[in-house]
């Protein structure tokens, strides 16, 4: 998982992109024309838990290999419709028993799975996209850092008539995990690759009973990003969920601000964000979640400084409510570990602080090749509400810390071909301590 920025912009991008050709007059002009791009994928991952996790299934210490491929052709828009479709394909060729039980979940599962298959309208400014697809937005977002990317079935409508202005409705009834046992439903040696189902995970609720994932009955989403004023994005989101497993029948709401404010210096950009999130659900108190949370995040820095960029962040949440941060393990905070993820700074009675230090090695020469560095210290206090379960809530305060450094180079030498390298350091401490760690190698090439 690369450290990124979320936004909507990448949200629009993916609306958008499959009618950017120029409109063919027929049919078979239409597919003739039609672009396909694709990626070869060599990862390795080594992972030791430490066995802090009670699922047995996701303890202990295993490594995997794992090699796929990822597909796409877009056909060239005819009278505004276009098509599109992404395969995915993955095999993870020497794989033991520990291996495939601790990455069952995320990253054992060898298939294949046709996970966009849509059709585009585009009439003036707005765009409808249909069908299976990928989206990326703060509080719907398909995870792409395992093998197989998440994907939604989807409906969205982007439209751009006002002024500076985006606009984006969308509604989804099924989700395709990373693998067939993304829910732990059943042993990880038995993990294939994933279907589209009518179930998602839900980021922020934790792993109780060993997955954070729950079925539903439809999902809403309406956002809008603006740029009026010049140097400042605002960003909003909100996301309807009908029926959730989790909150036993009743509904889900979850909600999103964000400004970000670049202020240009001579040698220079200084970044200035502010963050919300919340989550509210239709009858907790009676079933007793405690997913009624509040997240506040700021985070200030500055990039462009002679290949420099630097921040420092901090989150914090409610006193004894989570926060559900949105569906799809893609939804991120500022305060987020770089590998271990968003959802361990989620939790009730938290507290976290992240410092981020990255350099282009462009500026003196080296073309294509970064380093990225984080600091994580995650303050979580124990919940203290004795009614119902406190999802994603801490038994006892727990402190953890986390150091993260990343090395990214796209070789200039060989168009496409780019290798990274992350590692984690990890130590949570309670009535005791344990270290975990995690190292993964990707090798990817697009054409």
Do not use: C
Not at 48 to 69: E, M, P
Not at 91 to 104: I, V
């Amino acid at each position: 998982m690369k450290s990124v920025k979320l936004s909507l912009v990448a949200f629009i991008v993916a609306g958008l992109t499959s009618s950017s050709f120029a409109a063919s007059d027929t049919l078979a002009d239409a597919f003739k024309n039609g672009k396909v791009t694709g990626e070869l994928r060599a990862w390795y991952f080594d992972r030791d838990t430490g066995d802090q996790n009670t699922n047995t299934l996701a303890k202990g210490d295993a490594d995997l290999f794992s090699t796929g491929v990822m597909l796409s052709y877009v056909t060239d828009s005819l009278y505004g419709f276009s098509l599109g479709t992404t395969f995915q394909g993955s095999y993870a060729p020497s794989a033991d028993k520990d291996a495939k039980n601790l990455y069952g979940a995320d990253m054992y599962g060898s298939g294949a799975v046709l996970s966009e298959a849509y059709v585009t309208y585009t009439l003036g400014n707005t765009t409808a996209k249909v069908g299976r697809q990928f989206i990326t937005s703060p509080l719907v977002n398909s995870s792409g850092s395992r093998m197989f990317k998440e994907a939604f079935q989807a409906a969205v409508l982007i439209n751009t008539d006002l002024p500076n202005t985006t606009l984006v409705a969308g509604y989804s009834d099924k989700f395709q995990g990373r693998t067939s046992d993304y829910d732990r439903s059943v042993d990880g040696s038995d993990s294939e690759m994933p279907k589209f189902k009518k179930e998602a995970v839900f980021y922020g609720t934790g792993t109780t009973a060993g997955s954070n994932v729950f079925g539903f009955d439809g999902a809403y989403t309406a956002a809008a990003i603006n740029k009026s004023i010049t140097n400042l994005t605002v960003t909003g989101q909100y996301l309807f969920v009908n029926d959730v497993e989790l909150t036993k029948g009743g509904d889900a709401n979850v909600f999103y601000a964000e400004g970000n404010y670049v202020v240009p210096l001579s040698a220079m950009k200084l970044l200035l964000d502010a963050t919300y999130r919340g989550s509210r659900t239709s009858n907790a108190t009676f079933d007793g979640f405690h997913v009624e949370g509040d997240m506040y995040q700021g985070r200030i820095g500055f990039g462009e400084l002679a290949g420099f960029n630097a921040s420092f962040a901090y989150s914090t949440v409610s006193s004894d409510q989570s926060v559900l941060l949105g569906a799809g393990n893609g939804p991120t905070t500022y305060t987020s570990p770089l590998i271990k993820g968003a959802e361990v700074t989620s939790g009730a009675n938290t507290d976290a602080y992240k410092v981020e230090v990255g350099y282009d090695f462009t500026k003196i020469g080296v073309t294509g090749l970064k380093v990225l560095g984080q600091y994580v210290k995650i303050n979580q206090d124990k919940a203290t509400n004795a009614s119902g379960i406190v999802l994603n809530g801490a038994t006892v305060d727990t402190e953890s810390t986390f150091w993260e450094g990343q090395i990214a180079y796209e070789i200039p030498s060989l168009k496409g071909l780019t290798v990274s390298l992350e590692y984690e350091d990890g130590k949570k401490e309670t009535t005791s301590t344990v270290n975990s760690s995690e190292m993964r190698f990707r090798a990817n090439y697009k054409f």
